[in-house]
């Protein structure tokens, strides 16, 4: 399974960010919305990934804000444990939570690991002096690129008799 989630996403990302968000259903971007306002209410999102035995691993992560085709970037410090995890197993989740408002949002996607100097300028977290004093090279990058988004939110709430989140498809929307 995770070798068909592969190359979905390397589908993806052969399509310019805008493509993939300008194939997602029209219904879809209502909740792409829903989405980006709770994961900017939350700032802070738990960072889930697949240790050695198959265990899911959380942490708290204080991400960038989702790119238009809602990409979201960390950073960390070179030898975390989450880094190991990631490449054993690229599948992380992202889960963000405004409980204040019922809502939250889980990013279902790949991740990959960026070391080079060019996303480090472009991706410079701004508490960088406080967290990174060995900037840049003590400075990794997570980029997580979206496969699946589930959302609940007052703006666009669960299904009433399952609770079912309300999704939307990523790798639906590259097949388009």
């Given at each position: 399974?995770?070798?068909?989630?592969?190359?979905?996403?390397?589908?993806?990302?052969?399509?310019d960010a805008q493509d993939v968000v300008a194939k997602v259903a029209a219904s879809d971007?209502?909740?792409?919305?829903?989405?980006?306002?709770?994961?900017?209410?939350?700032?802070?999102?738990?960072?889930?990934?697949?240790?050695?035995?198959?265990?899911?691993?959380?942490?708290?992560?204080?991400?960038?804000?989702?790119?238009?085709?809602?990409?979201?970037?960390?950073?960390?410090?070179?030898?975390?444990?989450?880094?190991?995890?990631?490449?054993?197993?690229?599948?992380?989740?992202?889960?963000?939570?405004?409980?204040?408002?019922?809502?939250?949002?889980?990013?279902?996607?790949?991740?990959?690991?960026?070391?080079?100097?060019?996303?480090?300028?472009?991706?410079?977290?701004?508490?960088?002096?406080?967290?990174?004093?060995?900037?840049?090279?003590?400075?990794?990058?997570?980029?997580?690129?979206?496969?699946?988004?589930?959302?609940?939110?007052?703006?666009?709430?669960?299904?009433?008799?399952?609770?079912?989140?309300?999704?939307?498809?990523?790798?639906?929307?590259?097949?388009?």
């Open positions: 399974m995770f070798a068909a989630m592969g190359i979905l996403l390397m589908s993806a990302d052969a399509l971007r209502e909740k792409l919305a829903a989405a980006r306002a709770v994961m900017s209410s939350a700032r802070y999102c738990a960072l889930i990934t697949v240790d050695d035995a198959d265990r899911p691993r959380a942490r708290t992560v204080d991400p960038f804000a989702p790119t238009n085709d809602m990409t979201v970037w960390v950073a960390t410090l070179p030898g975390t444990r989450k880094l190991d995890q990631i490449r054993g197993n690229p599948n992380v989740t992202l889960y963000y939570s405004d409980p204040e408002a019922g809502s939250y949002v889980t990013l279902m996607g790949s991740a990959r690991i960026h070391d080079d100097l060019e996303s480090k300028a472009k991706w410079k977290h701004p508490d960088v002096e406080a967290f990174w004093p060995d900037y840049p090279d003590g400075y990794t990058l997570i980029e997580v690129r979206p496969s699946w988004l589930e959302v609940v939110s007052p703006e666009v709430g669960a299904n009433e008799q399952t609770w079912r989140p309300q999704s939307v498809d990523f790798d639906d929307a590259v097949k388009r």
